[in-house]
């Protein structure tokens, strides 16, 4: 049988030190994003205006020697394949992946710092040098990456202008976020949200649910929180770990306020957030659906079929989900999640199977077109990109 393309739909890239040092107008260099050692800590942060941030190592796990929470500390201690192009390219041919759709580490997860600073033109400017970055990486290349746009999500004309001039530049989808709620701005499906979506249907630009986007400062310290107490409360930080990856709240608004209805031809994705909670809330949405009288109060398809038309989600370690495939087989993408503490990336400090793993083991219980439709073609529709 002929081999089949696979695409990894979700790993992250380590920002460069230097990226928003070299990137940003001079101004604004001393209080954009840059790297300084953390006495208090001994680990090199980022550092944002007068607020730090995480240690990049912390969302750099490949490699690492040792389980979570210890990560590595300073940038010398990181693995090359988390921010070199080449590097990265001969990891996934270990790893037999194709081709890898890439997100960021801190302008996906740090944008309620972003939002801190105040100033409208600095916060663009930091999201448009790392899409230029991102572009820079992927041409480095050729054929290997698949860019998604960072957007400034608090600022609808902004994001619509920047999410223009990353397609026009080969970006193929969007980083978006379900919270927009929790930094006061309307609801991320409230109709204000309309002309970015009627944009981003136009341009065939996908929009991608990341967890942890659009997080706010109480969500993130929290969530920081119970990864320093991992192993003293092991309890309390692995059942925050275990249950961040859900972007259930997320599908069912998109589904339940007539956004899909809105945008048809709109492709919606749930990303870093696994598959096996899918099937159910489905059958749950329908079931409320009908028993609620959906269709006798507001008409349109059954939620569970406009997620068929247009909605996708994603596994990775998942196991048991396998046998759930058969349900939705034209919505389920592959990801890695490389090079984060839970991602198919083995070490010395990872339980994890490799990459190579965890498709072999897809294949070997998959019939041959679900297969086919899961390692790459939903992806490669989704992402518009032909491997």
């Known amino acids: ?28 260099r001393e209080v954009g994003p840059h790297m300084e050692l953390d006495s208090a800590t001994g680990a090199t942060r980022w550092r944002l205006g007068d607020k730090w941030l995480f240690n990049p190592g912390s969302v750099s796990h490949a490699g690492w020697d040792e389980f979570p929470p210890s990560n590595p500390q300073v940038w010398s201690e990181i693995e090359v394949a988390c921010y070199d192009a080449l590097e990265r390219a001969k990891w996934m041919d270990t790893n037999g992946i194709s081709a890898q759709v890439l997100y960021p580490n801190l302008v996906a997860f740090e944008g309620y710092a972003i939002i801190a600073l105040g100033e409208p033109k600095l916060q663009e400017e930091i999201v448009r040098v790392y899409n230029d970055f991102l572009m820079d990486f992927a041409n480095r290349a050729p054929g290997r990456f698949i860019p998604v746009a960072a957007l400034p999500f608090w600022d609808r004309e902004a994001s619509i202008k920047e999410m223009q001039r990353c397609a026009a530049m080969g970006h193929r989808g969007v980083l978006w976020a379900g919270t927009l709620a929790g930094h006061g701005l309307p609801a991320t499906t409230d109709s204000y949200w309309d002309p970015f979506y009627a944009e981003a249907q ?35 930080g692995l059942t925050s770990v275990a249950l961040i990856p859900s972007n259930a709240r997320t599908i069912a ?32 949405l329908d079931w409320h659906w009908k028993n609620y009288n959906g269709p006798g109060l507001m008409g349109g398809l059954l939620p569970s079929e406009y997620f068929k038309r247009q909605i996708y989600g994603m596994f990775w370690f998942e196991e048991s989900s396998l046998r759930l495939f ?37 294949k070997e219980r998959l019939d041959s077109t679900t297969f086919e439709k899961v390692m790459y073609r939903n992806a490669a529709r989704v992402y518009r990109t032909d491997i």
């Not at 119970?226 to 409360?233: E, I, N, P, Q, S």
């Open 202 to 236: 136009e341009l065939g630009m996908s929009i991608n649910f990341h967890v942890g986007v659009g997080w706010t400062a109480e969500d993130f310290k929290d969530t920081m929180r119970h990864g320093k107490t991992f192993d003293v409360r092991f309890h309390t």
């Open 326 to 362: 058969d349900l939705y087989p034209d919505n389920i993408m592959f990801e890695t999640d490389f090079p984060h503490a839970t991602s198919l990336s083995p070490g010395p400090g990872s339980a994890a199977p490799s990459a190579a793993t965890i498709v072999a083991r897809a």
């Open 1 to 28: 049988m002929e081999t089949v393309p696979v695409i990894d739909a979700d790993s992250h890239l380590t920002e460069p030190p230097d990226l928003w040092t070299k990137g940003l107008s001079r101004k604004w």
């Open 253 to 284: 608004d998109v589904i339940l306020s007539g956004l899909c209805e809105r945008f048809p031809r709109l492709n919606f994705v749930s990303v870093e957030s696994g598959f096996g909670w899918i099937p159910f809330l489905l059958e749950s």
